[in-house]
């Protein structure tokens, strides 16, 4: 089973898929429920999160297996106290 996906950009091309499998990860036959209930850990650029969220807003869509999302910050200032900004969706 996936357990952490990095995206690279927020180009359509390279995150198009990303909600239809989020959805279908979450949604498998009840013998995999336990294995799905292992939270998703996604990285990423700056504005990941908001869009995994208005996907999932907007299509009315409810992800039951935890998912982390990590978004990379791209502020130099802080780069050495804080690497990641970490946002969960659930």
């Known amino acids: 089973s996936i ?9 359509f091309s390279f995150i198009a898929g990303l909600p239809s499998f989020l959805f279908y990860s979450s949604s498998q036959s ?3 429920l336990e294995e799905s209930m292992e939270p ?3 990285y990423g650029p700056n504005g990941l999160y ?5 996907s999932f807003f907007h299509s ?9 999302i990590y978004e ?3 502020d130099t200032k802080n780069l050495p ?4 900004r970490d946002k ?3």
């Open 88 to 90: 969960s969706y659930s």
């Open 72 to 74: 990379l910050v791209t």
């Open 60 to 68: 009315k869509t409810i992800i039951l297996r935890p998912i982390i």
């Open 81 to 84: 106290q804080k690497l990641f």
């Open 3 to 11: 357990t952490k996906i990095f995206v690279t950009s927020l180009d």
């Open 40 to 42: 998703l850990i996604i």
């Open 30 to 32: 009840p013998r995999h």
């Open 50 to 54: 908001n869009f995994v969220a208005s």
